[in-house]
């Protein structure tokens, strides 16, 4: 049994008596591709806040055709230029970290050129080369960590985290 004051190594919040490190099966999954990612500074940049808990619908399989047919269609709007660019909304940001991250992840795709979030809004700005970056693979890699993608302007079902409370984390 644990004691009251352990709190889940990934989010903060207090550990159920039935599980010994973590508070849920996403918590641990996150917990240990970052750590064997060597993403770890993400805690350090997420300071002492305390997280939601991955939600487990963040881990189940998506139907990603929509963001590919978006990035279909800016590739085709960019004409000429070499890279193209899609606005995307995210859902699950909370700290600094959460960019930290996100941006971590991004870079490591091939293709990746750029990308801005806006976390006080749950957006992000993505620039890529044509041809040469695959949307799927991002999404996926995000959502492992508990980011889900959506299109701007709807927010993303079952998001746990309101405008304000993104706003003040982010402040």
Not at 12 to 34: I, N, Q, Y
Not at 45 to 65: F, I, K, M, N, Y
Request: include cysteine.
């Amino acid at each position: 049994m644990n004691p009251p004051e352990c709190s889940c190594l990934h989010c903060g919040t207090p550990v159920p008596p039935d599980r010994s490190r973590f508070c849920c099966a996403g918590c641990e999954h996150v917990f240990r591709l970052l750590t064997e990612g060597g993403l770890q500074d993400f805690y350090k940049l997420r300071g002492g806040s305390t997280l939601a808990p991955v939600p487990p619908q963040a881990l189940r399989e998506r139907d990603w055709q929509w963001l590919e047919e978006l990035a279909a269609r800016a590739e085709t709007q960019a004409g000429e230029n070499t890279s193209a660019q899609l606005d995307l909304a995210v859902q699950g940001l909370s700290c600094l970290g959460c960019v930290w991250l996100i941006e971590s992840v991004f870079k490591t795709l091939p293709g990746a050129q750029r990308i801005e979030i806006q976390p006080a809004r749950g957006l992000l700005r993505v620039t890529w080369h044509r041809g040469a970056f695959t949307f799927t693979d991002f999404a996926r890699s995000v959502q492992q960590f508990g980011y889900l993608l959506g299109t701007p302007g709807a927010a993303p079902a079952g998001d746990v985290f309101s405008l304000g409370r993104r706003t003040g984390v982010c402040a």
